[in-house]
Nanobody
Framework: VQLQASGGGLVHPGGSLRLSCTASGRADSNYLMGWFRQAPGKDRDFVAVIKWGSGHTSYADSVKDRFDVSRDRPKNMVYLDMNSLKPEDTAVYYC??????????????????WGQGTQVTVSS
């Protein structure tokens, strides 16, 4: 599975942005498609995840009720809609794919495939 993230950019606080992740190759229904982010000097943190087959989702507490993860299986696309953006959301955002058990969905090391990252900057 190859992944490519896009859609990053500069946005004002309170604004919105949609990130897209294109998946090429076969993603089985048991795959988890995750979004992570990494700010300068910090660890890569879990943001959100969606089960490729069922569409079940999970979010980090810091983005719950502001971000929405979705997928379009026929198009092999995963999206991250980000609303009410804050300066602390500034980071490089990565999409990832793998088959971690659900309880490990927030652990970056459990994902086998990674996209190249897209920069999101929230600033006035």
């Amino acid at each position: 599975v190859q992944l490519q993230a896009s859609g990053g950019g500069l946005v004002h606080p309170g604004g919105s942005l949609r990130l897209s992740c294109t998946a090429s190759g076969r993603a089985d229904s048991n795959y988890l498609m995750g979004w992570f982010r990494q700010a300068p000097g910090k660890d890569r943190d879990f943001v959100a995840v969606i089960k490729w087959g069922s569409g079940h989702t999970s979010y980090a507490d810091s983005v719950k009720d502001r971000f929405d993860v979705s997928r379009d299986r026929p198009k092999n696309m995963v999206y991250l809609d980000m609303n009410s953006l804050k300066p602390e959301d500034t980071a490089v955002y990565y999409c990832a794919a793998g088959v971690p058990v659900w309880s490990a969905r927030g652990q970056a090391g459990q994902y086998r495939y990674w996209g190249q990252g897209t920069q999101v900057t929230v600033s006035s």
